[in-house]
Every structure is written in structure tokens, then in C-alpha cells.
């Protein structure tokens, strides 16, 4: 079974950053990507970037763009949102997806099968 672990938040000043780590296991392919996602509280779920894991390519969300950025390690089956610049309208609930297939990279939260359970930032101002 595919399996996320998401892991990294914390309180952070605005002006300052933050990485968290998405931790995956249970792929049989390469043909996969993974999607960062937030949601705070009385809103709905946001896209806020993704990673498809054979290609390696990246988008993102605009609110984050030019502040955010994607990572991954093959090795550690990880992949790392690095946060910088944060601002307290980024306070959200952190989750990581994956959707088998990546030909066409997906923003909505509906198109992704697995998700983990979301780790915490709250940005102070």
C-alpha cells in the first residue's frame, strides 16, 4: 500500500522559513506525483505545489511562487517543501498527496489517491 509521511512544521516568525519532509513508500513505478496542499482553518484545501517523481518537474501554486520550492531525494523516497519568506496567511495544515500517473500534472485535491496526515505551520506576525 502506498503509504505518505509528512513531517516539519512547527511556529515560525513571519520573515522566516520552514522545510518539511514527505515521506513516501509503496510505489511499484516511477509514474507518480506528489502534491503539497494546505488548509486552513474555514477554508478550502489549496494547492500549493507539486513534483512528478520520474521527471522531476515542478509547479506551484501563486500564492507561494517565488517562495516555496519543491525538492526530492530518489534515495530517501522524500520530497521537501521549503518555505521561505513565510507570512502568518500561510499558517495552514500541511499535507502531502501522491496520484499514480503523471503525464498531467494535477492541482486539485480530487485527482490525488493518497494522502498523509498533514503536519501544522502557524506563521506569527
Known amino acids: 500500500d502506498v503509504q505518505l509521511q509528512a513531517s516539519g512544521g512547527g511556529l515560525v516568525q513571519a520573515g522566516g522559513s520552514l522545510r518539511l519532509s514527505c515521506t513516501a513508500s509503496?510505489?511499484?513505478?516511477?509514474?507518480?506525483?506528489i502534491g503539497w496542499f494546505r488548509q486552513a482553518p474555514g477554508k478550502e484545501r489549496e494547492f500549493v505545489g507539486l513534483?512528478?517523481?520520474?521527471?522531476?518537474?515542478?509547479t506551484y501554486g501563486d500564492s507561494v511562487k517565488g517562495r516555496f520550492t519543491i525538492s526530492r531525494d530518489s534515495i530517501k523516497n522524500t520530497v521537501y517543501l521549503q518555505m521561505n519568506n513565510l507570512k502568518p496567511e500561510d499558517t495552514a495544515v500541511y499535507l502531502c498527496?501522491?496520484?499514480?500517473?503523471?503525464?498531467?500534472?494535477?492541482?486539485?485535491?480530487?485527482?490525488?489517491?493518497?494522502w498523509g496526515q498533514g503536519t501544522l505551520v502557524t506563521v506569527s506576525s
Open positions: 509503496g510505489f511499484t513505478s516511477d509514474d507518480y506525483q
Open positions: 498527496a501522491a496520484k499514480i500517473g503523471s503525464y498531467h500534472p494535477v492541482r486539485l485535491p480530487q485527482g490525488y489517491q493518497f
Open positions: 513534483i512528478t517523481w520520474g521527471e522531476g518537474m515542478k
